[in-house]
């Protein structure tokens, strides 16, 4: 699956709160492939990156888990991704269908 989502960073991979400043909504173009979520600046970012790159802005999702963030009412469609790190992401989506594929296909890869 892939396509252009917004991302927030809640909680860093350490189990800590991302700190003020990094906590912003981004947009990438997001790819899933392997068990593991692929950021991108943008589709050409996609084709051209290198493993580094890659490497730098993949999120690994085996035990992790995607659930509609109900919770989070600032903007709509919005999921929460745990990794099994402890780290927590809201991604924005741009329907309703497209959240649920998202969580969907994170969840039961
Ligand atoms: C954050 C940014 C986010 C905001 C977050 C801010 O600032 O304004 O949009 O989240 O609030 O800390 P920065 O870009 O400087 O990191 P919301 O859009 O959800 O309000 P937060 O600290 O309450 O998460």
Request: hydrophobic share 35%; net charge positive.
């Given at each position: ?8 960073s ?8 991302t700190?003020f400043?990094?906590?912003?909504w981004?947009?990438?173009y ?6 593991v ?15 580094s ?10 035990h992790a ?28 989506t741009s329907?309703s ?13």
């Amino acid at each position: 699956k892939k396509g252009y989502v917004m991302r927030k960073s809640c909680v860093d991979s350490n189990g800590k709160k991302t700190p003020f400043g990094k906590r912003g909504w981004k947009m990438f173009y997001c790819t899933l492939r392997d068990m593991v979520l692929y950021l991108h600046k943008d589709e050409h970012g996609f084709r051209k990156s290198a493993l580094s790159d890659n490497l730098h802005n993949a999120i690994r999702i085996h035990h992790a888990l995607a659930t509609k963030a109900a919770d989070y009412t600032k903007k709509q469609h919005v999921f929460r991704l745990q990794t099994a790190d402890q780290a927590e992401y809201l991604f924005q989506t741009s329907d309703s269908k497209e959240l649920q594929s998202w969580i969907d296909t994170i969840n039961f890869v």
